[in-house]
């Protein structure tokens, strides 16, 4: 017999604020986190902006320091928001055995991290020494003798995608099914709803999952840039991600981490633990097209979430809300819009969209977690969050995306959908509790 499967935990470490009430906030009020890149000297890139997590302590989250010690941004950023998360749904992480009501060996971990930020002084350092300008050609043995004195194991090892789901289980003690995903911009959005599948299907009864990125250094913004996906308003960082507008020009890179703690209703109800929602369906599927292209008519993007629906077991009527991925992107925003009509037909101008992308940033493998959160907040309040800097909408797309505004509305069941390079679509549906 499947299992229901509910959300009893939330956390949240974004360019926004360190926590879910801050920046839930912020952005019902119209608050941003884009301004001039500190993280490095970005001043010779043909973007100069980033949105980055800002003058965050782990520390005052968690009490464990050597779970911490050595964790760059992207594990900082994880074990932070895993801390919230676990914290709201009544799982002790503070001491050796916990009384919580949780056997470790059926609570899991599935996050969508991305590869961890390189170590970009240690890095450089050690090519740049090692050039043979004469030869024109890298000394490697060169370069490692001053590799050898210029990186450090544990900086290293922190690249690995699979780190941050490492750090979560010493964190909190989970043995069950330990997974990680890197399926780009989708990445958080697969783990929930793979997560979702694990619980239902009774292979744990607690899964911790989310993801957690941080691209924001050298060899991430060159990236972007050479694939000219980047916004390059740098006369004006707080407008740059514009969804829908006529005027867009690309994404705005952020970094963070989303987490959440899903758990059987048996579970959460044993356990009396407050629910906030219930995840109800998840769809996937492939472009099997381009790798940083979507397919023209969205086959990809209407497939996962067709199979959401159907997964389900509701009609597209019902659905309340959709939390796009909504990049800023001349071709995400057209095609994006193109899926939803396909899907929504006659009906998809009476369902408000909105991209929350606009106010937070985009951010890469954390992005569809922290926007299933916005969600989930989204049902708890019954309001939709606003797509800001839509002040000259593009007349080719015409849905209703909720522009610059937060409106009142009835809510009950709501979407959120991530497409990422490569051609992952991810979509997971959730709705209000009811038992």
């Not at 001039?36 to 001043?43: C, G, L, R, V, Y």
């Not at 629906?309 to 925003?333: F, Q, R, V």
């Not at 002040?391 to 909720?402: A, G, H, I």
């Amino acid at each position: 017999m499947t299992k229901r499967v509910v959300i009893t935990g939330t956390g949240i470490v974004c360019p926004m604020g360190h926590d879910v009430e801050t920046v839930w906030h912020g952005l019902l009020n119209g608050e941003h986190g884009m301004a001039d890149m500190t993280i490095f000297d970005a001043s010779t890139f043909p973007t100069k902006f980033a949105a980055e997590v800002k003058n965050y302590d782990l520390s005052t989250q968690i009490s464990k320091p050597e779970i911490h010690k050595n964790s760059l941004r992207g594990s900082a950023f994880a074990l932070g928001a895993a801390a919230q998360a676990c914290k709201q749904a009544g799982i002790d992480i503070e001491t050796d055995s916990p009384n919580d009501g949780i056997d470790r060996r059926k609570m899991g971990i599935y996050l969508g991290a991305g590869e961890g930020a390189v170590d970009t002084d240690a890095f450089f350092n050690s090519v740049a020494g090692a050039w043979d300008k004469d030869k024109g050609e890298m000394d490697w043995k060169k370069w490692s003798k001053i590799a050898l004195k210029k990186m450090t194991g544990s900086r290293e090892l922190e690249q690995e995608a699979n780190m941050p789901t490492g750090h979560l289980a010493v964190l909190t003690g989970a043995r069950a099914v330990s997974r990680s995903c890197l399926t780009a911009c989708a990445a958080s959005t697969q783990a929930i709803g793979e997560a979702m599948l694990l619980i239902r299907n009774g292979k744990a009864d607690v899964m911790i999952a989310g993801g957690a990125h941080s691209m924001i250094h050298p060899l991430g913004i060159t990236g972007f840039n050479r694939l000219t996906a980047l916004s390059t308003r740098n006369d004006d960082p707080k407008t740059a991600s514009r969804p829908f507008s006529a005027s867009r020009d690309g994404f705005v890179i952020g970094e963070g981490a989303a987490i959440m703690v899903l758990e059987s209703l048996e579970s959460a109800k044993k356990r009396g633990v407050k629910i906030l929602a219930e995840v109800i369906g998840f769809g996937s599927s492939s472009d099997a097209f381009r790798v940083t292209d979507m397919h023209e008519e969205a086959r990809g993007a209407r497939a996962a979430i067709q199979y959401a629906l159907d997964d389900a077991g509701i009609k597209k009527e019902e659905i309340d809300y959709i939390n796009t991925h909504g990049t800023s992107t001349k071709e995400n925003d057209s095609i994006e819009t193109r899926a939803i009509k396909g899907v929504f037909g006659d009906g998809a101008k009476d369902v408000p969209v909105s991209s929350t992308k606009s106010m937070s940033g985009h951010l890469i493998g954390a992005t569809g977690a922290a926007e299933l959160i916005f969600s989930t907040m989204a049902l708890r309040d019954q309001i939709l969050p606003p797509t800001a800097n839509l002040n000259d909408p593009d007349p080719e797309l015409d849905l209703d995306y909720v522009p610059n505004e937060p409106r009142k509305a009835e809510l009950n069941t709501v979407m959120s959908e991530s497409f990422g390079f490569g051609g992952q679509n991810d979509v997971v549906i959730i709705k209000k509790f009811i038992d």
